[in-house]
């Protein structure tokens, strides 16, 4: 099953996340879960938090929530939202890969 995480960075917490940036990233690339595909967007207006999206190849939607949960970022509230789905591709050049 493909899964997204969609979060939003609160903007209040940029502190925090400097703090955290590299220990985010240490668990993302140590993650047990396959990762297809992750990064963060810029924001999209002064005062407004950044996004980032994950998209991952798992098992079930519960195995990738717990990974969520155990991301730094979300553990410290960096981020003000987060939504997992689960994501079904149907069309695009990256489709043939998995």
């Known amino acids: 099953m493909i899964v997204a995480r969609y979060a939003v960075s609160d903007p209040g917490k940029a502190a925090e996340r400097s703090r955290l940036i590299d220990e985010h990233k240490a668990y993302l690339r140590g993650a047990a879960i396959r ?39 979300v553990q410290s509230g960096v981020y003000g939202s987060v939504d997992i789905y689960e994501w079904q591709p149907t069309f695009g050049v990256l489709l043939e890969s998995l």
């Open 35 to 73: 990762i297809l595909l992750s990064g963060p967007s810029t924001p999209s207006a002064e005062g407004k938090g950044s996004t980032a999206l994950v998209i991952a190849e798992v098992e079930t939607l519960a195995e990738f929530e717990a990974f969520s949960a155990g991301d730094p970022f």
